[in-house]
């Protein structure tokens, strides 16, 4: 609904919660921003054990609310969707069990992971296609020319796209958030955007006081886990702690949105009331394979907690690369929100 549709009483009452929310989502990116450049380290440790697998659940939840309760002409998109995250995540996690981990294989190792993003390349563009046709139509014809220049990317610098994936994913929360919000709250879009402003003003400040902070101490494994996971093998240039730093921040942001903003922006839809999801609605068993769906997901929660306090490094790992189904998932759920 748009504010012109509002009665004057009800603008006069949305401003003060509009300035909350402003002042709120303001807070919490400079509070990340300022907590992920003083304790880079420790900020990945507690904020990937507390919120890692809660925000999982949350973003299956909005998933569901989202999923039309009759596919019609849009079986084809969403099956081809949903083969594609789950054949790429098992391909993905699969690559490292495929070739030894010497160097005579690194060229292999190379061409496997080039060919890993030539497939979602060309899986992104073929969704892009299918949803150009759909209602509302969009002009998206640049996506082959796109696509094919992604694709030679990809293979002049495999390492290199991979390694961009880790960074831009958190930034796909923050349109989705702007796509809920043009849908439930309209009024409180403009506002969202001068927010979005403190992002890259926070970046900025980030890369200016640790350009040439020295890199992070401690050799463990959990320390190089998080620092590889940054890029600092692929990039020697720069501070692991402006990498982490960087990489946490964005992560921080992204839980933020998943955890807090959705959540609070589902009052007004059907994201806490499964009865009312569009599959719910279609039947009671519907409604109750819905509710033992998100049951179960609680539980694996539960039990993720309990792996990472028995071992923290190696779920950690285990956890980030059977997360890519989550990076996956957000692509057809986005472009359906267009």
Not at 32 to 41: C, D, E, K, M, S
Not at 65 to 70: A, E, F, Q, T
Not at 254 to 270: C, D, E, F, K, N
């Amino acid at each position: 609904m748009s504010t012109t549709a509002l009665p004057s009483s009800a603008l006069r009452t949305d401003r003060p919660i509009g300035r909350a929310f402003g002042l709120c989502a303001l807070g919490f990116v400079v509070m990340t921003a300022a907590v992920a450049g003083f304790l880079p380290i420790e900020f990945s440790i507690v904020s990937v054990f507390l919120c890692g697998g809660p925000h999982n659940w949350v973003e299956a939840r909005y998933f569901l609310s989202r999923l039309p309760g009759r596919w019609g002409r849009l079986q084809a998109y969403f099956l081809f969707g949903f083969a594609g995250v789950f054949t790429l995540t098992a391909a993905f996690a699969g690559l490292p069990y495929l070739l030894p981990a010497h160097e005579e294989y690194a060229e292999a190792w190379l061409a496997s992971y080039a060919t890993w993003n030539t497939v979602l390349a060309l899986w992104i563009a073929t969704l892009v296609h299918w949803r150009s046709r759909q209602n509302p139509r969009h002009d998206w014809g640049w996506i082959w020319p796109v696509t094919f220049l992604v694709i030679a990317l990809a293979w002049l610098t495999p390492f290199y796209w991979s390694l961009g994936l880790v960074y831009l994913h958190p930034l796909v929360a923050l349109w989705i958030l702007d796509r809920e919000i043009y849908r439930t709250r309209r009024e409180y879009r403009c506002l969202y955007h001068l927010c979005l402003l403190a992002v890259p003003v926070c970046l900025g400040l980030l890369w200016w006081r640790l350009a040439s902070a020295p890199d992070l101490p401690g050799k463990d494994i959990l320390n190089m886990m998080i620092t590889r996971h940054a890029g600092s093998d692929y990039l020697a240039g720069i501070s692991s702690h402006c990498l982490v730093a960087t990489h946490m921040f964005l992560e921080g942001v992204h839980y933020g949105v998943w955890l807090l903003a959705i959540p609070w922006l589902g009052r007004q839809t059907s994201l806490w009331n499964v009865p009312s999801m569009p599959l719910g609605r279609r039947s009671l068993t519907w409604t109750r394979l819905l509710q033992g769906f998100l049951l179960l997901s609680a539980a694996v929660v539960a039990v993720l907690w309990i792996c990472f306090y028995a071992n923290y490094p190696i779920t950690r790992d285990v956890y980030f690369t059977l997360a890519m189904v989550h990076v996956l998932a957000e692509v057809p759920f986005l472009l359906r929100a267009l």
